[in-house]
């Protein structure tokens, strides 16, 4: 009887139990370690993400706004950096079938190694980064990012080129051109991991990206289609819901998913009625829609990606006038396809 009762508690139990998402993000924000790479010297041992070696530092330099302290910073710029961080997994994610680890952002040219194996290199601010990483994680890792200094890089790919490029060697690299100094700003050269680093684990496929596309605006009624990006095929019949603000549309798609090299696609056609249109700040309200897209299989929600939109029917005018051709945009007054303001 005891037995009986303790197996019926522990079904109790493990049906009371939270069903985890199956895609699942843990961000690395805390907890990371800033050296500088020459002697490893120790900067900061309480470093957040999103990050930049001047904002370290700032508690042991002339700040860089006053007076002619923007002279004597500029070695920070000379030196390359070194952020570190250890982290930790519990079983469950580690056995999820992909884990990737993605940098949003990065400036700029930088080593990424994890438990000891290097498995990026990045050399552009401006893009976001990303690695499966399943093969190299543990229950405790460590994960070092090391920084280089634009600066020898820059003068490398500037001696390599046959000819001269006008605006010195800054050209050479991908991140903000402010920091070389401009006529409203001082010149602070900085590096860091300056957006947000996560992991990213899931079975299955995940949904890698969702471009809501403005067909027409016709009779107060905005026709639109969401292009769904997946992370990898399936052949899985799939369900769809778009939920726009608070309404909820739901869809049965028989079309296959559009499928090439860099993963599969699908369209979904919907439509908002008494559409609320975007207005610039001065002129209305810049009212932007909540939409979120959710995808299931078997009944069971795999993955869904939230995003905000605006809709506006703009028209360039480029025609002839009295003093050559104009340029000007046009916005339509009321939600109506043909309807000139």
Not at 53 to 81: A, R
């Amino acid at each position: 009887m005891r037995i009986s009762l303790f197996i019926i508690l522990a079904i109790l139990l493990s049906s009371c139990k939270e069903k985890r998402p199956n895609v699942e993000r843990q961000y690395l924000e805390n907890n990371w370690l800033l050296h500088k790479a020459v002697d490893y010297s120790l900067i900061s041992d309480s470093v957040s993400i999103p990050s930049t070696v001047h904002k370290e530092l700032l508690p042991f330099i002339k700040h860089p706004f006053k007076g002619n302290h923007e002279d004597s910073l500029q070695w920070i710029t000379d030196e390359n950096w070194i952020y570190e961080t250890v982290f930790t997994l519990d079983e469950e994610t580690l056995a999820k079938e992909h884990i990737t680890l993605n940098f949003e952002g990065i400036d700029t040219y930088a080593s990424i190694e994890l438990n000891g194996n290097e498995i990026l290199e990045t050399d552009n601010a401006f893009l976001t980064w990303k690695k499966d990483v399943k093969p190299f994680l543990e229950e405790e890792n460590e994960l070092v990012v090391s920084i280089k200094s634009p600066l020898e890089i820059e003068a490398q790919k500037a001696a390599a080129n046959p000819y001269q490029l006008p605006e010195g060697n800054r050209v050479y690299t991908r991140k903000a051109q402010y920091q070389y100094g401009w006529d409203w700003g001082p010149k602070l050269n900085t590096m860091g991991i300056w957006k947000p680093v996560y992991l990213e684990a899931y079975d299955d496929f995940k949904i890698e990206d969702v471009y809501i596309k403005q067909n027409f605006v016709k009779d107060a009624t905005a026709n639109l289609t969401a292009q769904i990006k997946l992370s990898q095929p399936t052949e899985d019949q799939l369900d769809y819901q778009i939920k726009v603000n608070d309404s909820l549309y739901a869809f049965k798609i028989t079309d296959s998913l559009s499928v090439t090299k860099a993963g599969a696609s699908q369209e979904i056609h919907f439509e908002i009625p008494q559409v609320q249109l975007w207005w610039p700040h001065n002129i209305g309200e810049p009212y932007l829609y909540d939409i979120e897209v959710l995808i299931s299989k078997n009944d069971e929600l795999i993955d869904s990606k939230k995003l905000k939109t605006g809709i506006r029917t703009i028209e360039l005018i480029n025609e002839p006038d009295e003093q050559g051709t104009s340029f000007f945009f046009k916005g339509k007054r009321r939600a109506r396809l043909h309807e000139r303001s």
